[in-house]
């Protein structure tokens, strides 16, 4: 993992990459890196230095970025951040003033931390256990993870003695105005009384082509919306692009997913999950996210592998434009609802109380999932991009109520792939799905759930590319971790919802009276967060004792 790291303390040294160590003032900064790839990281003269961890999109090159921040500040000073666009965190010193200035990117997905004392950042968690020497977990946010499980605060963590940093952004210095949903709203056009979103999609068609310039593309493409709208925007821009397809290979995503590559005529590759794909490596996942997302996508590492092995050496990896949690998609006919967060006795409150993206349109877990492949991939992806951030945010809501903005965007940007039906489990836009019903796909997993109960023999709905509903109840792996975690006599999660409820949720999971799939992985991930962080923290206590 790339990382950029300052502290007070020793310089911290990054085995298995390459790294650029300085010091300034009273910090250590070490930056480390897989590879360059012609990326510019550091600059100095003999007023400024700084060093990058990331990329900035409009800087004319990739080979002069650094230099390119540096005549910012010259030009600006700290203002300079209102001119800088991309997904990165920097350190620069300023030499005359003998002045510190860390600022990384709007979307703050990475790891940013500071403490109270000694100055200590990192986009590294285990290099902030190796070197903060008392550590405690914060209750506050562990609850908030459990129980809002669509809506994440990005600037709480989950250690008290530790703040994320405050994102500084083009929003910090540029009048708000500038992005409000009136500006934006008179530039919409309307036709018999619906919004036109031709602005929008003419715009974000731009703001694609600046963020991949130069660049060839390698897309996660599920052949929903989101996948779907990106990969025929870079057809349409003519960037060259190429398709990756990942999960249970005869789903009725993926089986979507290959008809919309084929008749766009993307090359694409794709790669088989397994249901113990998702278990081998999910305390390494959680404790690389931070424990910010259900584990479910350890099974990246499987992707990882395939890609080292393969030529994308110079691909950036895209994952998509987060339509869906922006302006529409399955969000948008969901009611708000207010959490309740009843914590009584120190229990988990199972009640109904997502907040939903279509109310507030702002990150959700979902995006937070994301931070793993941007790290691990050095990626970026076509939503990072600030014109296309407040492109979505700012669409007033009434345009977006009855799924007509989508669908209307849909209509003119989806050409190639227009006739390749949408997912069962999606919003057709312009087909009927797949499967005919709700009640026909329903009555079909309940087909599926009676086969297993009464012949033990897991029967795959294949609706989505991974069956974990089904997995949660058959796979002999999957109930070797739920035993090892959140059933287990020493679990850190007993502390906040009892063994009773767990148990609960699991039997009307597995007898199909409920759907607990979501809940489950959801204590299973935190529990694994806990977990592993208990042990880093355990080992580097021992270590702390063993030299004093």
């Known amino acids: 993992m790339i990382g ?25 900064i070490t930056l480390s890196f897989h590879r360059l790839d012609n990326r510019q990281v550091f600059f100095e003269n003999e007023f400024v230095a700084v060093l990058i961890d990331g990329w900035i999109f409009n800087s004319n090159s990739y080979e002069t970025q650094a230099e390119f ?29 003998q002045d510190p200035f860390f600022v990384n990117d709007i979307f703050a997905l990475r790891k940013h931390f500071i403490s109270d004392g000694d100055l200590s950042i990192s986009t590294d968690l285990k290099f902030l256990y190796s070197h903060l020497n008392s550590i405690s977990f914060n ?11 669509r809506l994440i605060d990005i600037e709480e963590t989950f250690i008290n003695e530790i703040k994320m940093i405050i994102p500084s952004s083009i929003i910090d210095f540029v009048s708000k105005s500038v992005y409000s949903t009136e500006v934006f709203s008179d530039k919409y056009s309307f036709e018999n009384k619906r919004v036109n979103p031709s602005f929008f999609y003419d715009n974000v068609l731009k703001n694609i082509k600046k963020i991949h310039k130069d660049s060839s593309v390698l897309l996660q493409l599920s052949g929903g919306m989101d996948s779907r709208f990106l990969l025929e925007c870079f057809v349409e821009n003519k960037i060259d692009v190429k398709a990756l397809i990942y999960g249970t290979l005869e789903s009725d995503e993926l089986k979507i997913a290959r008809e919309v590559a084929e008749v766009t005529k993307t090359p694409y590759a794709q790669v088989e999950y397994l249901a113990e794909d998702y278990v081998t490596n999910s305390p390494s996942y959680c404790l690389d996210v931070a424990g910010l997302d259900i584990f479910v996508q350890s099974a990246f590492y499987k992707i990882k592998k395939y890609i080292n092995k393969n030529d994308y050496k110079n691909f950036i990896f895209d994952t998509g434009i987060g339509l869906n949690n922006f302006i529409g998609g399955t969000q948008i006919e969901k009611r708000f609802k207010v959490p309740t967060n009843n914590f009584s006795k120190h229990e988990f409150d199972l009640k109904d109380n997502d907040i939903y993206t279509s109310n507030y349109r702002i990150f959700s877990q979902l995006f937070l999932r994301q931070k793993f492949h941007r790290e691990f ?10 014109e296309n951030y407040f492109l979505m945010k700012s669409i007033p809501k009434n345009y977006l109520k009855d799924y007509k903005f989508y669908s209307d965007l849909a209509d003119i940007s989806i050409k190639k792939s227009r006739d390749v039906n949408i997912q069962a489990t999606m919003l057709p836009f312009h087909q009927k799905p797949s499967i005919e019903s709700t009640a026909e796909l329903k009555e079909r997993e309940l087909k599926s759930l009676k086969l297993f109960n009464q012949n033990k023999k897991l029967e795959p709905h294949n609706r989505y590319y991974s069956d974990f509903d089904m997995w949660l109840r058959s796979n002999s792996s999957w109930k070797s971790l739920i035993n090892k975690t959140i059933l287990s006599d020493d679990s850190l999660i007993s502390k906040y919802v009892s063994k009773n409820i767990i148990k609960d949720l699991i039997t009307k999971h597995n007898n199909g009276e409920k759907q607990n799939m979501r809940v489950l992985i959801r204590l299973i991930s935190t529990e694994l967060f806990l977990s592993e962080t208990k042990k880093i923290i355990t080992r580097n206590e021992n270590n702390w004792n063993s030299n004093s």
């Open 69 to 97: 921040i540096v005549n910012l500040y010259s030009k600006y000073g700290k203002e300079f951040t209102s001119y800088i666009e991309g997904q990165f965190n920097l350190f620069l010193f300023d030499k005359k003033n």
């Open 139 to 149: 209750d506050k946010h562990i609850k908030k993870n459990l129980n809002q499980n």
């Open 4 to 28: 950029l790291h300052i502290s007070k303390y020793q310089i911290y040294q990054e085995h298995y990459h390459s790294s650029i160590k300085k010091k300034y003032g009273s910090y250590n």
């Open 377 to 386: 991939m050095e990626d970026r992806y076509s939503m990072f991009s600030y």
